[in-house]
């Protein structure tokens, strides 16, 4: 069974970068698309950003747009989020996920697996 485990969250002071990751326990990871969401307290589980199986495609929400780098390093079943210039409004709990096939998506029905989450908290 794929298992998905989250690092890297913690505090940060606003304007700050912190470096997310996701590693997966096994070498399926590297046929699917993933993802990361993220969830703030009282809000849905929204989209943060995604990258395709082969890394060649991503995509990003709005809010992160020139902020996040999404990546991966299919060798170490290993996922990243690069977070800078970081806002209170960043503040959530991040989700690493694995789409259900190679392409990309930004619909959470379309991913079916996912870590327990890391939590990013931003002071300002």
């Known amino acids: 069974q794929v298992q998905l485990v989250e690092s890297g969250g913690g505090l940060v002071q606003a304007g700050g970068s912190l470096r997310l990751s996701c590693a997966a326990s096994?070498?399926?990871?590297?046929?699917?698309?993933m993802g990361w969401f993220r969830q703030a307290p009282g809000k849905e589980r929204e989209f943060v950003a995604t990258?395709?199986?082969?890394?060649?495609?991503?995509n990003y929400a709005d809010s992160v747009k020139g902020r996040f780098s999404i990546s991966r390093d299919n060798a170490k079943d290993t996922l990243y989020l690069q977070m800078n210039s970081l806002k209170p409004e960043d503040t959530a709990l991040y989700y690493c996920?694995?789409?259900?096939?190679?392409?990309?998506?930004?619909?959470?029905?379309?991913?079916?697996?996912w870590g327990q989450g890391t939590q990013v908290t931003v002071s300002s």
């Open positions: 096994r070498r399926t990871f590297m046929s699917y698309a």
């Open positions: 996920t694995r789409a259900r096939g190679g392409q990309i998506y930004t619909t959470p029905a379309l991913y079916d697996t």
């Open positions: 990258i395709s199986w082969s890394g060649d495609s991503t």
